[in-house]
């Protein structure tokens, strides 16, 4: 029977590169897949992952429909055994209900990737979907690791430096400064009690690390 996976994991935790090697896997059985991503590091319409490897994929903007899109492609006399999904935190949860739906009524098994929160420690619309649909969920055993060594939960983001909890949830460029040119953005891996203290790795090297005073009093 066909089933709705989903992977999940920070940053770093290797998502696209298990969904190129899942491809690779399926492929060098014989079977016929299509990969799709969204907002991908690497430009549109391509799978890359941070190892340097890529694949062309299909772009999923917020109107794409999975459902139309894959019983076109059989009507048409393709074949389609399987989808590789990247970056389905950024779908919406009308296409992961899609998805679920080529799994339940096409048999066709659907491997979705993506993170689960925002850097505002926010489930994404497309993430919480997959939780509540998902038949397998999967938390990706490789770690990623906050500056300070422990395991890394939460995903943040800085403009210029600083580490921001507010803005559009989805920036993969910079974004527009208020009285200057473009902020710089760029995302990192912390763990929780770092992302709530916003320390991040360019801040703990900028300030003395002595223990914060303890929070009573």
Known sequence: MAELHFFTGTMDSG?????????HNHAARGRHGRIFTAHDRAGEAILSSRLGLTHEATEVPPDFDFWRYVVDSLTRGGRIDYLVCDEAQ??????????AKVVDELQIDVFAFGILTDFRTVL?????????????????????????????????????????VEGEVIVVGDVDGPDGPPAEVAYEVLCRQHHRRRLTAARAHAVSLAPDPLPFG
Request: with cysteine; glycine share 4%.
């Open 124 to 164: 994404f619309a497309g993430s919480r979907r997959l939780v509540e649909l998902a038949d397998r969920m999967h938390v990706l055993q490789v770690e990623a690791l906050c500056w300070c060594g422990k395991r890394a939960t939460h995903n943040a983001r800085t403009e210029d430096g600083v580490m921001v």
């Open 15 to 23: 998502k696209s590169t298990l969904a190129l090697q899942t491809n």
């Open 90 to 99: 950024f779908y919406t949860a009308a296409q992961i209900d899609q998805l």
